[in-house]
T-cell receptor, first 114, second 110 residues
C-alpha cells in the first residue's frame, strides 16, 4: 500500500531534550516536506527536499533540522525543543514539486513540549 | 509569488452542490492547480488536479477558465462527511516551496 508513515504519532517531551520525528515513504517520491499546523495559522512548510542530499528551508525553519540521506526517509530533528514548537506535524511526499503536484501526507505527529 | 485567495468559510445543506472558487491571478504558464481536503487532526488529502477546462473524478469536478486566473471546485450532493477544510494550491513561483493558504472551511448541515 502506498503510504507515508510518521513516528511517533504522539510525543510529550521537555524543553531542550533533543528529539527526532521519522518520516518514510514507499512510493519512490523525490519531493518530501515537513509542515506544522497550528490553530489559526494553517499549514506552514518547515523544510523540503527535492531529492537525496538536497534540502531547503520552507517558511518556518527556525529550530528545526532535516536530512535526506536516503530517498525514502526524511527525518525532522529538533535539537533543543521549546514550548513554541508544540504543534501538529505532517510529513508529505510527491513525485515533483510542480507538475504532478499531488502530495501524500502522513498521519501526523502531535508534539507537546513542556 | 503565486498566491491563492478563497472564501474563509461556507455553509451548505446535505444533498446540495457546493462550489468553492479560488483565485490565483499570478499562476505560471506550466503550473497545475491542485485541491486538497483536510479533516481535523488528519493530513490533507488530494481531491483533484487540473491544468485547464474541466476535470472530473469520482469525488469532484474542477472548472478552470481559459485565463486560468481562477478555478472552481464543485462537490456534487454534499453529505455531512464533506464537512472539512478545502485548500486550493498552485506551485510557488519563486522556487520549490509549498504554500498553503487559509483554505475554505465547509460546514454541511443536515
Amino acid at each position: 500500500e502506498a503510504q507515508v508513515t510518521q513516528n511517533p504519532r504522539y510525543l510529550i517531551t521537555v524543553t531542550g531534550k533533543k528529539l527526532t520525528v521519522t518520516c518514510s515513504q514507499n512510493m519512490n517520491h523525490e519531493y518530501m516536506s515537513w509542515y506544522r499546523q497550528d490553530p489559526g495559522l494553517g499549514l506552514r512548510q518547515i523544510y523540503y527536499s527535492m531529492n537525496v542530499e538536497v534540502t531547503d528551508k520552507g517558511d518556518v525553519p527556525e529550530g528545526y533540522k532535516v536530512s535526506r540521506k536516503e530517498k525514502r526517509n526524511f527525518p525532522l530533528i529538533l535539537e533543543s525543543p521549546s514550548p513554541n514548537q508544540t504543534s501538529l506535524y505532517f510529513c508529505a511526499s510527491s513525485f515533483s514539486s510542480r507538475e504532478g503536484y499531488e502530495q501524500y501526507f502522513g498521519p501526523g505527529t502531535r508534539l507537546t513540549v513542556t | 509569488l503565486a498566491k491563492t485567495t478563497q472564501p474563509i468559510s461556507m455553509d451548505s445543506y446535505e444533498g446540495q452542490e457546493v462550489n468553492i472558487t479560488c483565485s490565483h491571478n499570478n499562476i505560471a504558464t506550466n503550473d497545475y492547480i491542485t485541491w486538497y481536503q483536510q479533516f481535523p487532526s488528519q493530513g490533507p488529502r488530494f481531491i483533484i488536479q487540473g491544468y485547464k477546462t474541466k476535470v472530473t473524478n469520482e469525488v469532484a469536478s474542477l472548472f478552470i477558465p481559459a485565463d486560468r486566473k481562477s478555478s472552481t471546485l464543485s462537490l456534487p450532493r454534499v453529505s455531512l462527511s464533506d464537512t472539512a477544510v478545502y485548500y486550493c494550491l498552485v506551485p510557488y513561483t519563486g522556487g520549490f516551496k509549498t504554500i498553503f493558504g487559509a483554505g475554505t472551511r465547509l460546514f454541511v448541515k443536515a
